[in-house]
């Protein structure tokens, strides 16, 4: 059997590595850092698979291949809470919450009293929101890690270095610009903050004119707090701008986050092309697979099955664009 090396142990890398195993391979997987951690823009990912949200401003294919991830997630041994999605927003901006329903479907109006009854926390705060029953959400570093130890399982250990042989898969996410002149970072930001005195039970998205914020529970009180998108690409610190923004969001949502401890503040960029869909991209015997953009949990199932089928099978994949120049 052909040997195939996966560049990269990030959630598009193990997703990849996962699906050739799933189909007999033993792919050697080689990333300089060792695996996943704090190195990479998976580490800080939100972990919503929420694909009705994500037709506010994504194409109608983001939506059509994400529908099954919280499946593949689960079926892999990962949690996914499958509580939905509750879209809220300030009074002042209301004419936000009515864009995103004209935008988006598979949605129910919710009023103050139904918000109450999804959330008791947050009684009498909103007086209206959309509610997405069936979408879901992960704990990003635990999917991780439990894909790096399923692999390990079967003898696949991420290696630091080596010499990649016969086939590769480049799955080193913005690394890769190296050989993808096109692509690009987008800047996420995001704080975890630790607040035993709020109970939430799912993920909730907060709309603001210029920066869509989202709130996900972690549990035992902790949540993650995020910037969806920033187009500026770099990887620095989180600003005091967004740092702002993010604690007024928590605060705006819920007072008692006023008292939270920050447990970590941090920032990446995503990589992205510029349809912000992704690639898989065929050059010699390297077959790159990138830009999951802001969706990488939601897309990777789909974009790693794609994957493992080509190297498998030769079927050429919805995403393939071998000719790209």
């Excluded at 990912?45 to 059509?64: D, H, N």
């Excluded at 890690?145 to 799955?171: H, K, N, S, Y």
Aim: with cysteine; proline share 6%; glycine share 10%.
């Amino acid at each position: 059997m052909t040997q195939i090396t996966v560049l990269g142990a990030g959630v598009m890398g193990l997703a990849i590595a996962t699906e050739l195993a799933a189909r007999g391979h033993t792919p050697r997987i080689i990333d300089p850092a060792g695996g996943p951690g704090n190195h990479a823009c998976s580490w800080r990912a939100g972990g919503m698979l929420a694909p009705y949200c994500e037709a506010e401003s994504a194409e109608p294919v983001v939506v059509r291949l994400g529908l099954d991830a919280a499946d593949w997630w689960q079926a892999q041994g990962v949690e996914v809470t499958r509580r939905g999605t509750l879209v809220l927003a300030p009074s002042r901006d209301r004419a936000e919450l009515d864009r995103f329903a004209r935008m988006t479907t598979e949605h129910r109006p919710v009023t103050g009293a139904e918000i109450a009854e999804l959330e008791p926390e947050l009684a009498g705060r909103f007086p209206r929101g959309l509610f997405f029953g069936t979408e879901a959400h992960l704990n990003p570093r635990d999917a991780l890690r439990v894909l790096r130890d399923r692999l390990a399982a079967r003898g696949m250990v991420i290696q630091t270095e080596g010499t990649p042989t016969d086939r590769v898969v480049d799955a080193r996410g913005l690394t890769a610009r190296d050989a993808l002149t096109d692509l690009r970072g987008v800047r996420g930001e995001m704080l975890v903050l630790r607040c035993p005195e709020v109970t939430l039970t799912r993920t909730v998205r907060l709309l603001h004119p210029r920066i869509p914020l989202y709130i996900v529970p972690r549990g035992d009180g902790i949540y993650m707090i995020g910037a969806t998108m920033l187009e500026t690409g770099g990887k620095h610190r989180v600003t005091a701008r967004s740092a702002v923004e993010m604690l007024s969001a928590a605060y705006a949502l819920h007072s008692g986050f006023a008292e939270a401890e920050i447990m970590e503040l941090g920032a990446d960029a995503r990589p992205a092309f510029p349809d912000n869909l992704p690639r898989l991209r065929r050059r010699g015997n390297t077959l790159f697979a990138n830009g999951l953009y802001r969706h990488g949990y939601l897309l990777a199932p789909a974009v790693a099955r794609m994957a493992a089928e080509y190297l498998t099978t030769g079927r050429k994949p919805e995403f393939m664009d071998e000719d790209h120049p």
